[in-house]
């Protein structure tokens, strides 16, 4: 069994290796669509079993094809980091331990790690210490979290246990959230039962912050309880809410504040950076992902409370079955919505050991520099625009000239001759009656080459769609 296991996994290796190293080198794309690998994939249940290491070759050899080098140097379609090789091999151990992290007392090994992980996301990200961080699959899970002790608190102080008894009868909550909010945010407000047409939307400007005077204007109408939904990093153009203002206003309100700032919410560990979210800090909540800029293998989001005590209220889970706990414990499952998951917390704290203080800011600020490269670099050509102040990592790109279809038809074109041409992965978003390509600048790999290789590229693709 031991030999067998060794060979199985060892084999797993071999094609992960194999898989990494061909990436800087491989098309930005996938070598056939979706409708392909169905066609490919089709097949009856099997009615007996096959050897595991048959197995294994059967599903690299069939899946090969349809990845997206999502891990390789120059793909820019998501704000998404690059699954950096030290956190893949915590990841692996993870799932090779097999260990249920819902309990402290049973895994005490990652119950322990997740809790240092907790401390060190709260240090680096310099939010108010103390502060509760439950370890989810990403940044719309994390929002729900979030969200959650949200709705627990504004409903309590307003003399209705919606834990307890949940929203029917409860009062009306005043959800205030930017118009160029993500729809991650309205995909939470959804799962906690808020919905995600029943909000105010408050103006924004120019590059999707929100509007302190706008939302003056919106949050005196309502005198019953409040949650204001601010923006770290628009999704499109990377701005960021004016914090101090908007939190001011809220608070003063009686209003909860919560930040999605899924990618934006790491400008805070760069000396670069950091004044873009001068006031996050006295929000009541935060979001941000593990698996965008910290480099941490997919699925990784964290939920980051203020209050301890209600985020444990919106989320705790009791059991008799389950194991004792004592004061001062840290339960993974009693800051999220699963009480059996993997640990994530153990990639985290391998990547945040790996890069330390100093290389997550380098990083960040690398990907920043990378930007604004980008942009100079395709502003130089006749016929590309530039649509955004490009403040961190995305920059996005509108091409041709004419009515906005005639820009929208040059934008996609150019979108679509990127995408053949495979030297990088773009693409496109409507942003202010526009029809953009956005670049997201977040993957470990990219070098300054492999920016200039793909500005090439897009510069090739709107010459070529232009003549």
Known sequence: MTDDLRHLLGRAVDHAVAYRESLGENSGRPEVDYYSMRQALAAPLPETGSAPEAVLEELVRLSTPGLMPMAGPRFFGFVIGASHPSGVAADWMVTAWGQNAGYHTPTPAAAAMEEIAEGWLVDILDLPRGSSVGFVTGATVANAVGLSAARTKVLLDAGWDVDADGLFGAPDVAVLVGDDAHSSVFSALQMIGFGYKRVTRVATDGQGRMRPDALAAEIGKSSGPKIVIAQAGQINTGAYDPFAEI??????????????GAFGLW?????????????????????????????????????????????????????????????????????????????????????????????????????????????????????????????????????????????????????????????????????????????????????????????????????????
């Open 247 to 260: 939190i001011a206003i809220a608070h003063a309100h009686g209003a909860w504040v919560h930040v999605d």
């Open 267 to 467: 400008a805070r560990a760069t000396p670069g950076h950091k004044h873009l979210t001068e006031g996050i800090e006295g929000a009541d909540s935060w979001v941000t992902d593990g698996h965008k800029w910290l480099q941490v293998p997919y699925d990784s989001g964290f939920a980051i409370v203020r209050d301890r005590e209600v985020h444990q209220r919106a989320m705790t889970q009791w059991g008799s079955y389950l194991p004792s706990i004592n004061q001062g414990d840290r339960v993974p499952s009693a800051f999220v919505p699963e009480l059996s998951r993997r640990a994530r917390g153990m990639p985290v704290w391998a990547m945040l050991k790996t890069l330390g203080r100093t290389g997550v800011a380098e990083l960040v600020e690398r990907h920043c520099g990378y930007a604004r490269r980008f942009a100079e670099r395709l502003a130089t050509e006749p016929g590309i625009r530039i649509m955004n102040e490009v403040t961190i990592n995305q920059v996005i790109v509108n091409f041709g000239a004419g009515d906005a279809a005639a820009r929208k038809a040059a934008t996609e074109a150019v979108i679509a001759r990127v995408q053949h041409d495979g030297v990088c992965f773009v693409g496109g978003a409507a942003w202010r009656g526009d029809w953009v390509m956005r670049i997201s600048v977040s993957s470990g790999e990219t070098t300054e080459a492999d920016v200039d290789m793909s500005a090439d590229a897009i510069i090739s693709a709107w010459r070529a769609v232009r003549g």
